[in-house]
């Protein structure tokens, strides 16, 4: 669709959400009367900008269902997201909401050339969590055949993957680099598979990693996006081009915002993404602040796609570590980890406080080849970690080299930061 058409239908969406959430919603209805905003204020996709923002906090604290816009009874399927802390985060959808939803997942994954023929091997969670129903839907609307293998049970996977002959992987991009390493122990080599694309997302990856795992499980990884306050995963997607994640912007409205002062960016600016919901009935949300950091550009795509295209996340507002006052993000120090060839790529990152000073300890696997040379070897490759974290990232950090198969193996979102340092 030519980007005119589609702002005309952006606006037509946003000025209805705005209105139903506001006859039907109390919340919204208090905060757009706070703001002095009504939905017939809304003359362009600009306006969105004078509508009020919707933060996490908001969610909780109408838990567990204090933000839906219709009855139960029209509510068919409830997905919820933990988080870190406290109660989780409660969505709803009605039978529309799921046929938007699959939608956007058949258009994920016919981004990546998937069709009927394919057999997707679904390794995201089912459950609450939206990965697994998610993937589910969305690859049984193309015709797919679809193995719902869940996370997990690795040895089960690769039976899946040899016996069934899957083509399709979708899974976090941990749990790609888990499976990985479980064929290599098996003594499988993923080119006599007949994998070919994999969806990984749910979790931070950076590029150095896609190149990783395309390396040892012989497939092209593409990067999706979303998130369950907004729909769960399909709310943006990689093309073959891989030049950043389409949103698919009929369904959801993309903006960027200074994280500080909360003024949208233009496209090309790097800030804090916020969504909005143009078509959910059950839990409409209104500028969602995702805390997720991205670029959006909206120069065409060789693809012929005309949405947006949102960069690989670099990280969140709340996971950026202020480290003797410098801001680190987890995803440059793996950015720069997984360019080590005597590291595997698997780490941990843990920042303590030491006599008021914070401490950054960087935990990293050593490939078993370097392990054989000995003591000497693990030595060198902890210097040499140190050394780029110190050239890239500016700051001096004790580097651990551990064994392989020291870490823990995450199945779904990995766990990769532990910050022991005291809450303020
Ligand atoms: P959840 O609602 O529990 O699935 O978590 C959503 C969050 O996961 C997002 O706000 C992001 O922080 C993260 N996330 C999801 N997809 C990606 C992705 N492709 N790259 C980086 N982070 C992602
Ligand atoms: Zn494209």
């Not at 995702?290 to 996340?313: A, N, W």
């Not at 990280?315 to 720069?336: A, C, H, K, Y």
């Not at 000995?374 to 490759?381: C, H």
Request: aromatic share 6%; proline share 6%.
């Amino acid at each position: 669709m030519p980007r005119e058409r589609l702002r005309d239908l952006q606006i037509e969406r946003l000025r209805a959400v705005v209105a139903s959430a506001c006859e039907r919603i109390p919340f919204y209805r208090e905060v757009c009367r706070q703001r002095g905003i009504a939905p017939q204020d809304l003359r362009s996709v600009e306006d969105v900008q004078h509508l009020p923002f919707t933060v996490k906090t908001d969610l909780r604290d109408h838990y567990p269902f204090g933000l839906f816009a219709v009855p139960l009874a029209d509510v068919v399927r409830i997905h919820a997201s933990s988080g870190t802390t406290g109660k989780p985060i409660v969505v709803g959808y009605t039978r529309r909401d799921l046929e938007t939803w699959t939608e956007v997942m058949a258009r994920t994954l016919a981004s990546g050339d998937v069709g009927p023929d394919d057999v997707v091997q679904n390794a995201y969670g089912y459950g609450l969590f939206t990965g697994g129903l998610g993937f589910h839907q969305g690859a049984e609307r193309i015709g797919c055949t679809v193995v719902p293998t869940s996370g997990g049970f690795s040895e089960r996977q690769l039976l899946v993957m040899q016996d069934f002959g899957s083509t399709v992987l979708c899974c976090t991009p941990s749990y790609a680099l888990s499976l990985a390493e479980e064929l290599r122990q098996a003594g499988i080599d993923p080119k006599t598979l007949k994998l070919r694309v994999g969806f990984f997302g749910a979790e931070p990856w950076s590029e150095q990693m896609r190149h990783e795992i395309e390396a040892r499980l012989d497939v092209a990884a593409l990067d999706l996006y979303g998130l369950t306050e907004i729909i769960g995963p399909g709310v943006s997607s990689e093309c073959l081009e891989r030049r950043g994640m389409h949103v698919f912007e009929d369904h959801f409205l993309a903006e960027i915002v200074d994280p500080v002062t909360l003024e949208p960016l233009p496209p090309g600016r790097r800030g804090e993404l916020v969504f909005t919901t143009l078509t959910k009935e059950a839990t409409p949300v209104i500028r969602y602040r995702t805390r997720d950091i991205s670029v959006l550009h909206d120069d065409p795509c060789p693809c012929g796609r005309t949405l947006v295209r949102m960069e690989k996340i670099t990280g969140r507002t709340d996971d950026m570590l202020i480290i003797r006052g410098i801001n680190v993000f987890p995803s440059q120090i793996e950015s720069l980890l997984v360019g080590v060839p005597e590291c595997e790529p698997h780490y941990v990152l843990v920042v303590r406080r030491e006599k008021a000073m914070d401490e950054l300890e960087v935990v990293v696997e050593a490939n078993p080849e370097v392990v054989a040379q000995g003591a000497a070897a693990m030595e060198a490759a902890a210097h040499k970690v140190r050394q780029r974290i110190q050239g890239v990232v500016g700051i001096t950090a004790t580097v651990k080299i551990v064994p392989p198969k020291t870490l823990e193996r995450s199945i779904g979102k990995a766990k990769r930061v532990i910050d022991e340092r005291p809450k303020t």
